[in-house]
C-alpha cells in the first residue's frame, strides 16, 4: 500500500537557519503530495502542494519539489523564525483513499 | 474563504453519554472527512462522505456513527465510547474525493471520555 517516510524530529534550529525536512514516498502510480502544517492546539493548515512530477509547490518561504525519480517530496525554507516551530506533515494522496500522512516531523526554532 | 468549522471545540463525557461532533463547511466541497488524532501522531482516517454517501469506513467501531444531513454538514455522533477514544477529532473537506484536490481541516475538537 501507499506510505510516506519522514525524517524523525524533532528538528532545532536557530532563528534564520535553513530548513530541510525529508519526505519520500511510495505509491502505486503517481500521486499528489502535500505538505501540512499543525500549531499547537490546532488543526492541519495546508501549506503547499504539487500534483506531478517536477512540480515546485511553494508558500510563505517554504518550498517543495515532486521529484520522481528519487520518489521525494521534501520541505525546504531559506530562513525559518520562531513563529515557523510546528509538526510538519507530509502527506500523499493517490485517489483511492483519503490522505496517507508521514509520522510528523516536529520543529523547534530558538531565537 | 478555506474555512472548516467544528463545534464544540472540547467535550468531556462519561463512557454512558451520547454527544455528537458537528462539522461545516461553505466551500461547495463535495467530500467530507473524518480524522482521530492522538497525540504526538498523524491524523487517521475514519470515515469518508463523497457527495452526500459514505463512501469509506475504515472499521471503526460502531460507538462511532457518522452523519451528512447535507453537503456542508457533516456530524460525528459518540456513544458509550471509552478512555482510550480520548483524542483530538478533525474534520476535513476537500472539492471532490479524487485525486490532487487539498483537503482543509477544521481546528478540530480535543475529546475526552472519562
Redesign the interface.
Known amino acids: 500500500g501507499d506510505s510516506v517516510t519522514q525524517m524523525e524530529g524533532p528538528v532545532t534550529l536557530s532563528e534564520e537557519a535553513f530548513l530541510t525536512i525529508n519526505c519520500t514516498y511510495t505509491a502505486t502510480g503517481y ?2 503530495l ?1 505538505w ?1 502544517v499543525q500549531y499547537p492546539g ?5 501549506l503547499l ?1 504539487a ?1 506531478k512530477a517536477d512540480d515546485k509547490g511553494s508558500n510563505k518561504g517554504f518550498e517543495a519539489t515532486y521529484r520522481k525519480e528519487t520518489t521525494s517530496f521534501h520541505l525546504e525554507k531559506g530562513s525559518v523564525q520562531v513563529s515557523d516551530s510546528a509538526v510538519y ?1 507530509c502527506a500523499s ?3 483511492r ?3 496517507t ?4 516531523t516536529r520543529l523547534q526554532v530558538q531565537p | 474563504d478555506t474555512e472548516v468549522t467544528q463545534t464544540p471545540k472540547h467535550l468531556v463525557m462519561g463512557m454512558t453519554n451520547k454527544k455528537s461532533l458537528k462539522c461545516e463547511q461553505h466551500m461547495g466541497h463535495r467530500a467530507m472527512y473524518w480524522y482521530k488524532q492522538k497525540a504526538k501522531k498523524p491524523p487517521e482516517l475514519m470515515f469518508v462522505y463523497s457527495y452526500e454517501k459514505l463512501s469509506i469506513n475504515e472499521s471503526v467501531p460502531s460507538r462511532f456513527s457518522p452523519e451528512c444531513p447535507n453537503s456542508s454538514l457533516l456530524n460525528l455522533h459518540l456513544h458509550a465510547l471509552q478512555p482510550e477514544d480520548s483524542a483530538l477529532y478533525l474534520c476535513a473537506s476537500s472539492q471532490d474525493p479524487g485525486q490532487g484536490w487539498e483537503q482543509y481541516f477544521g481546528p478540530g475538537t480535543r475529546l475526552t471520555v472519562t
Open positions: 500521486p499528489s502535500f501540512y490546532e488543526g492541519l493548515q495546508l502542494k500534483t506533515f494522496n493517490t485517489g483513499r483519503a490522505l500522512f508521514g509520522s510528523g
